[in-house]
């Protein structure tokens, strides 16, 4: 495997494609986050000593936040609680400024707001043997009984800061700072490769 991807350079995205033997498909990796599936991220961040009321006030609003390593969902937003009164929130089909304004509208003034939809590579992963690939890699223990759905964790996989969750009980979802990705990515094919991966929404390279 550790010629599979030596015709790529190590600062591009791997290409969408199937790697590994051919039939095969045990993990599968599609980008969330594409100019046909727009997917916005912003950055919540609780004004010193307003935690507490800032949950009330999100709560409120229709999203349930949870401070804590959580993922939570409500009013058609995604949050994930990255550190102590932080949190990464997504929407599908908004753009960064028109959910930096809703949530500064939720937040009544609580809250730091910042566009992050261009910082990340929002990556979903499933697969039988998904699970298998990941733990070649992250130091979190992702055994069923330990890390559930809704569970989140903000850690480092080969040299690398993700953060990630379990959506439910068959896919992960990375965020992948932009300037990683490529190296994300790079250790993720070589990892599933054995498993057959097939990944989507990179690009055909």
């Not at 495997?1 to 790697?19: C, K, N």
């Not at 994930?80 to 500064?104: F, K, Q, Y």
């Not at 733990?135 to 989140?152: H, I, N, Q, S, Y």
């Amino acid at each position: 495997m550790s010629d599979l991807l030596e015709h790529i350079a190590p600062t591009r995205l791997v290409p969408e494609g199937h790697y590994g033997p051919e039939g095969a498909t045990g993990v599968s990796a599609r980008a969330a986050n594409t100019s046909a599936s727009p997917l916005a991220a912003a950055t919540l961040v609780a004004r010193k000593g307003a935690t507490g009321r800032l949950i009330v006030a999100c709560a409120a609003a229709g999203l349930p936040l949870a401070d804590a390593p959580r993922s939570s969902g409500g009013a058609g937003l995604e949050a994930v609680g990255t550190g102590p009164g932080r949190w990464l929130v997504l929407a599908e089909g908004m753009s960064g400024p028109d959910l930096v304004a809703r949530l500064a509208g939720m937040a009544q003034g609580l809250a730091a707001i910042t566009d992050q939809s261009d910082a990340h590579l929002i990556l979903d992963i499933c697969g039988e043997r998904a699970r298998a690939a990941l733990e070649k890699g992250v130091t979190v223990d992702l055994e069923p009984t330990v890390f559930r759905a809704g569970d989140a964790a903000t850690t480092v996989v080969s040299h690398v800061g993700v953060t990630f969750w379990q959506r439910d009980g068959a896919t992960y979802r990375f965020a992948v700072g932009r300037s990683f990705a490529p190296a994300f990515l790079r250790w993720l094919t070589v990892s599933a490769a054995e498993f057959g991966f097939a990944l989507a929404g990179t690009g055909r390279g």
